[in-house]
């Protein structure tokens, strides 16, 4: 199955703000996230149920993080999809910046 089917499977996907989540959502994100800052969250529904996805950036590297409306977390993990998006050309000229900055 291809990344759109399964987008349209999973259901219809809103970006909604980060303070007009519930409460309980919004601890579990921010406590998850480490504290890191969240502005726009994804209601989605996955098996009936509504589900909020947040993108979060920790120590350098994106994470999804998924919570039901009850504050339950379902997942939270490395999103490899968008590591890969990073263009080989950008990610060459990063490393030829860091052994620079090393050899000072």
Not at 8 to 21: A, I, L, M, R, Y
Not at 59 to 65: F, Q
Not at 69 to 84: H, Q, W, Y
């Amino acid at each position: 199955m291809r990344a759109e089917e399964k987008e349209k499977e999973e259901g219809k996907e809103q970006k909604v703000e980060f303070k007009s989540v519930p409460q309980a959502v919004q601890a579990t994100l921010t406590a998850e996230s480490g504290g890191a800052a969240i502005t726009t969250v994804d209601k989605e529904e996955d098996d009936g149920k509504e589900i909020y996805e947040a993108d979060v950036m920790i120590k350098g590297k994106n994470y999804e993080i998924k919570v039901a409306a009850d504050g339950t977390l379902i997942s939270k993990k490395l999103d490899v999809e968008e590591n890969e998006k990073k263009d080989g050309k950008e990610k060459k000229d990063d490393d030829e910046k860091n052994e620079k900055q090393e050899k000072k």
